[in-house]
């Protein structure tokens, strides 16, 4: 790419420092350093007032060396080409991580979700799929939720896609409704992740679960489901903050209840069971794990010498800068970095990818089991690596990656 943004930019930079290490062939660190397809679409609408506008959607395949693009599809007006291929080389590395057959794609489109009503989103989303139709396919790209998307659009994607085809293709999108070859356990599954690497870490470094102190940022999918998942394992949820504001209660924050609140009011601002919390002040608590599951770029060098926690669980992708992360990992945190801690989810949609291929359904313990093994194999791999490059969890989840990566490119040889 001869020229990038900033996102893309703290994603090269983290590669550089791992790549070096593993003493990278530069043509390998040339091929891996480059997004394999780039798509850009105008998506016309006709909007409920009856006035037409035209959305920019990008879909970025940034690697298939290990099987077909995997990647979610993102509705949010910030949405950019730079954004979208960062996005799509972390899913390339997450994927080689938890040791899954997919490459790393991702999509998003330029649009502001919480204005339009529910026919508009289905007819963007449908005339998106139109637009990429060619370029997508169980074989080549599978597309699945991010932020501001969901089930529902899973389901139109599915059904436009499976129009074009001739044929009902279940398995061309993940993260669908369990009744049209959705996966039992896929909505909770990457804050099951999130849980499942913490609880290791935590292991690893000798503090006790039961009882631990944790703040998240961000109550949507992830969030949400952090909060739940590790409350269940008895660690004391005391700090939730959202896009709107935040709750703190020192005591622990009933999060089912919250949760309640949260589907009834679209946000965890006002909920009655603890004192109101500054959406910032979520970075500095004294807490022992702390979980940002919103957005990128949260943690910056500006906040990141507040950090007290002794874990930071990247649920969100990209929410720390580089530099912020050397601040912090020069301060003793605990870093488990996004393309480890979030794979919960991606590796569920592999699951469902599995079964949408067979035709043939899992219980949902069978799905959790698998997943909790794969995870554990995962964090294992990269503490691993750290260990034996004396190296940051990050550095070392890179190395993994880029060393899988790096050896298949290889062994498939030149094709020119
Ligand atoms: P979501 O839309 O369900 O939730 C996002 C949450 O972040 C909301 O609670 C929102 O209020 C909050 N938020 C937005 N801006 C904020 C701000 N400035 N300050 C504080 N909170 C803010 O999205 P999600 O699916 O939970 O995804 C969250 C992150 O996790 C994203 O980075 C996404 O790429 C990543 N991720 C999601 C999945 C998945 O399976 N959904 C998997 C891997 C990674």
Redesign the pocket.
Known sequence: MAEHGPIFGAMLQEFDGAARILNLDLGIWRILTHPKRQIVVSCPVQMDNGEIEVFTGYRVQYNITLGPAKG?L?YHPDVSLDEVTA?AAWMTWKCAIAQIPFGGGKGGIICDPTRMSKRELEALTRRYVAEIVDAIGPEKDVP?????TNAQIMAWFMDTYSMHVGHTSTAVVT?KPVEMGGSLGRQE??GRGVMIVTREAAKHLGIDIAGATVAV????????VSAAQLSQVGARVVAV????GGVYNAKGLDIAALQQW?TEHR??DGFPGGEPLA?EAIFGLDVDILVP????N?ITDENAGQVRAKILTE?????TTPEAHRIMHANGVFVIP?ILA?????TTSYFEWVQDRHGYFWEEAEVNAKLEQKMCAAFTAVLKTAVKYGVDMRTAAYIVAIDRVGTVTKMRGMYA
């Open positions: 979610g993102r996005l699945a939720p991010d932020v501001n993260g599954a990457t940022q961000g109550f949507g999918n992830v969030g949400s903050t959202d896009y709107k949260a946000t965890v959406g599951a919103a957005l990128e949260q649920g969100a992708n990209g929410p996004d979030n794979s919960g989810g991606v």
